[in-house]
């Protein structure tokens, strides 16, 4: 190699294009919005249950322990916080890249590129999700209402898409074939 040409470290830099078109397969993406909203939902009971059970023995362990056990409070939020990075990078790191309420409402969430998720991609998301809709209310969902592939401003943020999965997309497919 010339002094002159510039070194080369190995790295390679390929720009993908997008997956899903919502032009050429918008059974993809019909319904998504609101089955998205309801799948949240299905995954904060999810979520809030093991805590409230926890909270419920810190109060019984405060009230048998003369108060000393009320302490444990104080680790009540950050395991909260563990619990729900665990969950979703585990349950959108599965095989069906979607958490437990996604999975009845028959949508996965993919990368932007059509790979499918995993841990840390779900975590992230999870993490990303719920510093921006605390920072920016949730008003950050209305952004999926103004693109076409409806995706939210994490979305955007952490390189991912949300879709119908295979069997509810082929199942809109042939609704909307003409007989």
């Given at each position: 190699?010339?002094?002159?040409?510039?070194?080369?470290?190995?790295?390679?830099?390929?720009?993908?294009?997008?997956?899903?078109?919502?032009?050429?397969?918008?059974?993809?993406?019909?319904?998504?919005?609101?089955?998205?909203?309801?799948?949240?939902?299905?995954?904060?009971?999810?979520?809030?249950?093991?805590?409230?059970?926890?909270?419920?023995?810190?109060?019984?362990?405060?009230?048998?322990?003369?108060?000393?056990?009320?302490?444990?409070?104080?680790?009540?939020?950050?395991?909260?916080?563990?619990?729900?990075?665990?969950?979703?990078?585990?349950?959108?790191?599965?095989?069906?890249?979607?958490?437990?309420?996604?999975?009845?409402?028959?949508?996965?969430?993919?990368?932007?590129?059509?790979?499918?998720?995993?841990?840390?991609?779900?975590?992230?998301?999870?993490?990303?999700?719920?510093?921006?809709?605390?920072?920016?209310?949730?008003?950050?969902?209305?952004?999926?209402?103004?693109?076409?592939?409806r995706r939210c401003l994490h979305d955007f943020l952490v390189g991912t898409i949300v879709i119908n999965n295979v069997e509810r997309a082929a199942a809109l497919r042939t609704l909307r074939?003409?007989?």
């Amino acid at each position: 190699m010339a002094a002159s040409e510039p070194k080369r470290i190995g790295v390679s830099f390929e720009v993908k294009p997008h997956a899903y078109d919502p032009v050429t397969n918008p059974e993809l993406f019909e319904g998504v919005v609101a089955r998205r909203i309801v799948a949240f939902l299905i995954d904060f009971l999810i979520l809030s249950i093991p805590v409230v059970f926890v909270s419920m023995f810190i109060f019984v362990i405060g009230i048998v322990t003369f108060g000393l056990g009320f302490f444990l409070y104080g680790l009540l939020w950050p395991g909260m916080v563990v619990w729900a990075i665990v969950y979703y990078g585990m349950t959108l790191g599965s095989a069906s890249s979607a958490t437990i309420g996604m999975r009845i409402m028959d949508i996965e969430m993919r990368t932007w590129y059509g790979a499918p998720a995993y841990f840390v991609l779900g975590a992230v998301h999870a993490v990303v999700f719920w510093i921006t809709i605390s920072a920016i209310t949730p008003l950050i969902l209305v952004v999926c209402l103004f693109n076409e592939r409806r995706r939210c401003l994490h979305d955007f943020l952490v390189g991912t898409i949300v879709i119908n999965n295979v069997e509810r997309a082929a199942a809109l497919r042939t609704l909307r074939r003409p007989a």
